[in-house]
T-cell receptor
């Protein structure tokens, strides 16, 4: 158990809908990262927050957005969903933003868009 | 941009045999390299990381990796495979600010009895 929690574990929805994925980092970790894992794209970095502020963006679609709240939990919002958005979404956390830091991964949210 | 390439999307070994999973990196500066493992239906777990303190890095579960600058490689090895090692293994590189990890395509390790 990494100490990172993600809810829900599974999410099934229809095209065009909007969903919110939630992540609670390890106690004391200020940095939160979101990744998408799909069969065709592999593991891709989406976005990073540090202590409430956006720090880095990767290959994140404009239909996707995220935020980190004062209690440090984070939410990833996916809207106008398409079939291709079906994937496993991981949240990770680390104490600080440092290239030496291990990122601790949550168990993921499996999103299925029908 | 930094990147890593994993040669072989699938590797099959017999129980007790040597495990060798290959990773090559592309970076213009000293890289920050990681190996993660993903067991079925689970998140990623760190096996080991290279931070320039030593070229041979020991990790958990008997795994180790050697950083070779001349070959731009960071291959993962284990002397003797166990059935419990069956999983997907990812090599990753961090950007210099620690803002993101860039992952290789992954290698699925299968262990035959």
């Amino acid at each position: 158990d990494s100490g990172v929690t993600q809810t829900p574990k599974h999410l099934i929805t229809a095209t065009g809908q909007r969903v919110t994925l939630r992540c609670s980092p390890r106690s004391g970790d200020l940095s939160v990262y979101w990744y998408q894992q799909s069969l065709d794209q592999g593991l891709q970095f989406l976005i990073q927050y540090y202590n409430g502020e956006e720090r880095a963006k990767g290959n994140i679609l404009e239909r996707f957005s995220a935020q980190q709240f004062p209690d440090l939990h984070s939410e990833l919002n996916l809207s106008s969903l398409e079939l291709g958005d079906s994937a496993l979404y991981f949240c990770a956390s680390s104490p600080q933003t440092s290239p030496y830091n291990e990122q601790f991964f949550g168990p993921g949210t499996r999103l299925t868009v029908l | 941009a930094q990147s890593v390439t994993q040669l072989g999307s699938h590797v099959s070994v017999s129980e007790g045999a040597l495990v060798l999973l290959r990773c090559n990196y592309s970076s213009s500066v000293p890289p920050y390299l990681f190996w993660y493992v993903q067991y079925p239906n689970q998140g990623l777990q760190l096996l080991l990381k290279y931070t320039s303190a030593a070229t041979l890095v020991k990790g958990i579960n008997g795994f180790e990796a050697e950083f070779k600058k001349s070959e731009t490689s960071f291959h993962l090895t284990k002397p003797s495979a166990h059935m419990s090692d069956a999983a997907e293994y990812f090599c990753a590189v961090s950007d210099n600010a620690g803002n993101m990890l860039t992952f290789g395509g992954g290698t699925r390790l299968m262990v035959k009895p």
